[in-house]
Each structure stands twice: as structure tokens, then as C-alpha cells.
């Protein structure tokens, strides 16, 4: 039975090529879409997830100003971490 759908699937296939090469090449294309927005989203949701303390971590954001007018928030490779550290009020105590 199944050999049958099978044959008759290919027959189609080869009868309307671009067709066929449409089809197959937007679903290829979706699917690497969805992949890659899995593997994102998977990446953000694991984040720092194996240490024992989860929930006492913070991650620090900067607002660096831009000449557009446009604020742009970082926070990664804060090299002036320290002595913002300093500036920060004391507001929350952590175990």
C-alpha cells in the first residue's frame, strides 16, 4: 500500500519539477528557520541554569547613549563594571 503512495508521489514530482522544486525548497527553508529559532530560544532559556544558586544571580544592564538619540542596553563584556558597582545604591541582600 504504502509502496504505492510512494509511487505515485514520485511520479508527481517528476511531472511538475518546478513545482516540486518550489515545494520542497520553501519547506527546507522553513525548517531551518524553525531549527534555528529552537536552538535560540533554547540557548536563552538555559542560561546559567547548572548553578546551585539560580536564583541569587543578577545580570547588569548598561544604557549606553547614542549619537541617534537611540539608548542601546548591553549586557555583555562590561568592562567599567567595578566602579558602576560603586554608584549602584544597596537595595537588596542577597543569602
Known sequence: MFKNYFTTAWRHLIKHKVFSFINIFGLALSLTAVWLIALFVADEVSFDR??????NIITLIRTLPHNTGVNKNRDKYCWRLPSSLLLLPVWACLD
Open 50 to 55: 547548572y548553578h546551585k544558586t539560580l536564583l
